[in-house]
């Protein structure tokens, strides 16, 4: 079988094997449940009928007692009569020894009656149920019998059928389970239930065609009558048709995802296999094409590299160490692209340890402090003092010297000449990172140079044997790798902070603000905290670069940042949006608490000219827009342009000031109870947090909410952070 034909087959597999168990499994468990339901259902109606039923004997053989108390016949008589007019019984017959009957109440069914005690006293239907007691004299000598009887009906039956809860048929007799006296059935259900009642016995349960349960019930002591209780199931009727559709439609499906995938996937791999066999047949120039970024994808891209890498190195593949190194050396060429820099050196230390036979090992690497600390290890258990991270000073034991001197170490420590905070090893091989752009070699650097940015030691050889030269020559590649990783993790980490940051001013630029953004309101929304946002312009400074050039207000510039920066927050974010336009974003802060802040950028611009050089100082004034999520827009772009539409209403308003936006249309207004006689703040804006009533002020009244103003026009408003009247503007610098 070719590949494509087993991985079809293995998906369909896997595929359909689970459908079908599912499918199994589904229609097993809803058949046993149901069957579980439906037996219990039966169950408790047999329990009914027999309760009422017993319950109904003991009532008639209250009443036959009732009239077997009277001595006299007329008494008798008047009894009986009695009893079938209270409903205690349906009808009384009063026999002699002979068995002549002697006195029966009018409209009494035909005889015989089929006795509680269970006993069948005829053939043929039930027509009543009786309860006999022995009629006697004074003397105690025998007289006859008293026999209190029920009408069997169809209204008996269906009395019985209403408290049990369940279909209800009483048969002629239990010989005779195909004829029906009375019952509940419908037709439609009737034969094929009393079908499966003659197959059954005792309290055994079974089950119709169409999905019926099944039970009979009696003749027995305490329930003398020949019945068949019936229930219908509970399962849809139309389950078994429903799972087999599904699981023929997750055939076909299964059968096209199949195809299609092995053709997806054989494809590659028979150009891959075409390949590999020119470079068996050494062409080392085959390739394969990269048709998607998938497994086979990298494969192919592996491949290629591989071939190319190969082609570079046969020449110095004279043997099986030397193999091992150029594959190596291909898988530090690979490792060094990426930038998560704990996976490299996992990986290095990984292979290291392969290709050395070493039992345990470390990557260390230099911190600012001049200390080297573990970044990982494998098999140091035991072997370390403490579950903390390796820390080594440099200088200070095997491994501290072979980062200060850049030469590589390896031997075997005697147990009274372990180096202290080092594992505990018989031998070790340590080797330093050679410095990135380096033309000599790991290890040859000569005395006096900065310590290496990191060491690579291994531990305990397997089979007690110390590292040789050769592993020496083999660390140094991978010491080699590592220390381009790092370098390559440094470059990547500064060139990604230079693509965030403005390089004038040291903020944040505009890309970083859009993803900033985002994430505040994000953060404000799922917390339920608001967020403001400042909208700087320096006032005219294009005034400034017409005047003193583009070089002074560059230094305008950034000496503006700088105060910026020096005014929030470590949490605020700073950006330069564009040319002279800066945003400030002030998480959970509302509008008054925005209004400071955009109080003291504006004196710490204003009250100190910036100097540009001995003979020019420059006093610039900055405008402010003021927004705030969610009281004046429900998103973060909306937010932004609510405080730039009210730092056009700060520059209209002659500069040098800041200007709260209003509150969105759509802002929810409330009546906030303000105490009577309450002052409003110096500032008149509004606080974050409820208004503080004490009880001596229960009787303050209400203020309606204003609404939302137009754009640029401040006022109070409800809310915590909401927008407010600014202060007076300030005149200088404009």
């Not at 468990?29 to 408790?44: F, P, Y």
């Not at 009532?59 to 009894?79: F, N, W």
């Not at 195809?259 to 150009?271: F, G, H, I, K, S």
């Not at 190194?325 to 990984?350: F, M, N, Y």
Request: with cysteine; glycine share 10%; charged share 20%.
């Amino acid at each position: 079988m070719t590949l494509r034909g087993r991985l079809t087959a293995a998906f369909l597999a896997v595929v359909l094997g689970p459908v079908l168990l599912g499918a199994v499994f589904v229609g097993t468990t809803l058949a046993a449940v149901d069957r579980s339901r439906s037996t219990e259902r039966l169950g408790l109606a047999a329990s009914t009928v027999r309760t009422s039923v017993d319950a109904l004997c003991q009532q008639l053989r209250a009443a036959a007692d009732a009239v077997a108390l009277r001595t006299d016949p007329a008494a008798r008589a008047g009894a009986a009569t009695q009893v079938v007019s209270r409903g205690l019984a349906g009808a009384v017959l009063v026999t002699d020894v002979a068995g002549a009957t002697t006195y029966a109440t009018p409209g009494a069914p035909p005889t015989p009656w089929q006795d509680c005690s269970g006993d069948r006293t005829a053939a043929g239907p039930v027509r009543a149920l009786s309860a006999r007691v022995d009629l006697r004299d004074p003397a105690g000598v025998a007289l006859g019998t008293v026999a209190a009887a029920q009408v069997v009906d169809p209204a008996f039956v269906a009395r019985l059928a209403a408290a049990t809860g369940v279909a209800v048929t009483l048969l002629d007799g239990p010989a005779a389970p195909d004829r029906v006296t009375h019952t509940t059935e419908s037709n439609r259900v009737r034969e094929a239930v009393l079908a499966a009642a003659s197959t059954v016995d005792g309290d055994r349960v079974t089950e119709t065609p169409d999905g019926r349960y099944v039970r009979r019930l009696g003749p027995s002591p305490g329930q003398p009558l020949p019945l068949v209780l019936s229930v219908p199931g509970e399962q849809p009727a139309g389950l078994p048709a429903v799972l087999v559709g599904a699981v023929l439609l997750a055939a076909v499906l299964a059968v096209l995802a199949a195809w299609r995938l092995a053709r997806v996937t054989t494809r590659p791999l028979v150009e891959l296999a075409g390949a590999v066999d020119r470079v068996a047949r050494g062409d080392l120039t085959a390739r394969v094409p990269v048709r998607s970024r998938d497994e086979i994808g990298r494969l192919a891209g592996a491949f290629n590299r591989m071939t190319r890498e190969t082609a570079s190195y046969v020449a110095a593949l004279t043997s099986s160490r030397d193999q091992l190194r150029g594959h190596l050396a291909v898988l530090g060429d690979t490792l060094a692209s990426t930038h998560d820099l704990q996976r490299i050196l996992r990986v290095i230390l990984h292979s290291a340890l392969a290709a050395t036979g070493a039992r345990a090992g470390a990557v260390l690497l230099l911190d600012p402090d001049g200390v080297l600390v573990g970044q990982c290890a494998e098999g140091l258990e035991g072997r370390v003092p403490d579950a903390e991270p390796l820390r080594v000073p440099v200088g200070a034991g095997v491994i501290g010297a072979v980062a200060a001197t850049g030469e590589p170490q390896r031997g075997r420590v005697e147990p009274a000449e372990a180096p202290a905070g080092e594992p505990h090893c018989e031998t070790y091989v340590a080797v330093p990172f050679a410095a990135p752009g380096s033309a000599e070699p790991a290890g040859r650097k000569p005395a006096g140079r900065e310590p290496a940015v990191g060491v690579l030691a291994l531990y305990d050889r397997l089979g007690g044997a110390e590292f040789d030269d050769d592993d020496l020559a083999t660390l140094r590649t991978f010491a080699g790798h590592a220390a381009v990783a790092v370098e390559n993790v440094r470059v990547h980490e500064e060139a990604q902070r230079l693509s965030l940051t403005d390089p004038l001013t040291g903020l944040w630029n505009y890309r970083y603000l859009r993803e900033s953004l985002r994430r505040e309101v994000e953060r404000a929304s799922r917390f339920g905290r608001m967020l403001s946002i400042l909208a700087l312009d320096v006032d005219r400074f294009k005034r400034v670069n017409d005047t003193y050039g583009h070089t002074a207000g560059d230094v305008v510039l950034a000496e503006f940042a700088r105060r910026v920066r020096g005014e929030i927050r470590e949490v605020d974010l700073a950006f330069r949006q564009g040319g002279e336009e800066f945003v400030v974003l002030l998480p959970e802060t509302d509008a008054r608490g925005a209004a400071i802040v955009a109080e003291r950028l504006g004196a710490a611009v204003r009250n100190t000219p910036i100097v540009v050089d001995e003979h020019v100082a420059i006093t610039v004034t900055v405008s402010i827009g003021i927004a705030v999520y969610p009281d004046h827009a429900s998103t973060g772009q909306q937010v932004l342009d609510a405080a730039d539409e009210a730092l056009y209403a700060a520059k209209a308003a002659g500069r040098d000031g800041y200007r709260v936006t209003g509150l969105r249309p759509d802002a929810v207004t409330e009546e906030i109870p303000v105490p009577a006689g309450a002052v409003s703040p110096d500032d008149e804006l509004p606080r974050a947090g409820p208004v503080a009533v004490s009880a001596a002020e229960g009787s303050s009244r209400q203020v309606a909410a204003v609404p939302a103003p137009a754009p640029g026009v401040t006022q109070p408003a409800t809310g915590g952070a909401s927008s407010g009247p600014h202060p007076p503007r300030q005149s200088r610098g404009r």
